[in-house]
């Protein structure tokens, strides 16, 4: 069987994808996949032994570049002879399902990944459930990444609830448990990475892994330490990830930010390294407006780190309220209260680490979700 997938960026790809391509070449499947322009995606496919091809996809509308892109991802199916297209993110879902819907490709896949329009607004809003519509109208299965996905694509009309499906409990690529363990990862390996952030050998570290940007609720957070640190000089906020034009923080945010000695930034760290930075952390928040299925969230629940977040669309479904961690509204003092709670309770930062670990070993492991979608491919096939 030939898969292509379809992203928009080669960033999505270690995330949506990773381990999965190789567990399915290794099954006898010819994996294919397109992405925009990137310097990163040869040596990727080498790693994971993938076919790929370059074609711009751009994240706004572009009436002329995504006809072009249409028109080239139409080629490339008909020359692979591709047996499933699957699209991920919005605006690479769309274009795979067009294209494979004008080659009578069988079996179309969209990976819903999140609800973007979620915090948009006006004609933009219109714009973007009309996409996610026409996507999911073009796809032969929606495969929604969390229960509150799935929940809000039938309260909002996005498709027939016959159409979707979800993976065992979420996700749309499971996770390494082994890799994800802090049993697994060096001392001397955090020892060195400590020194090399200047976090002092004794602290507490708030840690939060993703885009630096709005929908995030890296505002409230940055607020929330700031209302923190007038009380505990031994903290610190370790923000892994990129400050982006897209959605992009207030000026005086990003200010705070650079200015504060006690809030590291690291900017784009590699996938593949991300386990040594959960490592460093105490408690990892995500005061997150829109998700899909927060896999940061995850990750941080299988190295054992107790977890804050709020109720919004993904993030309602990856913890379990005082068991693995707690919800919080968007507003800097419940945050910052409920951090305090836990920098001052050690016996209750292990006991939902202990259970954070157990529910992603027992639900969302790596291997749990890869045969939910073989099964997929399987069934509809």
Not at 33 to 60: A, D, G, N, Q, W
Request: proline share 3%; with cysteine.
């Amino acid at each position: 069987m030939n898969l292509l997938h379809v992203v928009n960026i080669y960033f999505t790809i270690p995330y949506f994808l990773g381990e999965q391509l190789s567990y399915f070449q290794d099954k006898g499947y010819n994996i294919y996949i397109i992405c925009s322009p990137s310097s990163e995606i040869e040596r990727y496919s080498k790693l994971h032994k993938f076919s790929y091809c370059e074609i711009p996809i751009l994240r706004k509308i572009s009436l002329m570049q995504d006809v072009k892109a249409v028109l080239k991802i139409c080629r490339y199916i008909k020359r692979k002879k591709i047996d499933v297209v699957t699209g991920h993110t919005p605006k690479g879902a769309l274009l795979a399902m067009i294209s494979a819907y004008i080659m009578q490709v069988s079996i179309r896949i969209y990976f819903r990944h999140g609800l973007v329009y979620e915090t948009s607004k006006g004609l933009k809003r219109f714009l973007l459930i009309s996409m996610d519509r026409l996507a999911a109208k073009l796809a032969t299965k929606i495969v929604c990444v969390s229960p509150s996905v799935c929940k809000r694509s039938i309260e909002d009309k996005l498709n027939l609830a016959s159409k979707q499906i979800l993976l065992s409990r979420g996700t749309c690529n499971g996770i390494d448990v082994s890799r994800f363990d802090r049993q697994n990862v060096q001392s001397e390996t955090v020892r060195d990475l400590k020194d090399k952030l200047g976090l002092p050998e004794k602290c507490f570290v708030i840690g939060f892994i993703g885009r630096l940007v709005r929908d995030k609720g890296i505002i409230e957070l940055v607020q929330a330490f700031a209302l923190l640190r007038q009380k505990y000089s031994d903290m610190r906020l370790l923000l892994v990830g990129m400050l982006e034009e897209r959605d992009a923080l207030p000026k005086t945010i990003v200010e705070d930010i650079r200015e504060n000695p006690a809030i590291i930034t690291t900017g784009y760290i590699e996938n593949s390294i991300i386990e040594n930075y959960y490592a460093l952390m105490d408690v990892f928040v995500l005061p997150s407006y829109r998700e899909g299925f927060p896999t940061s969230v995850l990750e941080a629940s299988s190295m054992g780190i107790p977890v804050i977040t709020t109720k919004a669309t993904g993030c309602i479904d990856s913890i379990i309220e005082e068991k693995t961690g707690v919800f919080v509204s968007h507003d800097a003092g419940c945050l910052a209260t409920a951090i305090e709670t836990l920098y001052g309770d050690k016996d209750l930062r292990l006991q939902y680490g202990k259970n954070g670990r157990k529910l992603v070993e027992d639900n969302f492991e790596q291997h749990i979700i890869w045969k939910e979608i073989e099964k997929l491919y399987i069934k509809t096939l």
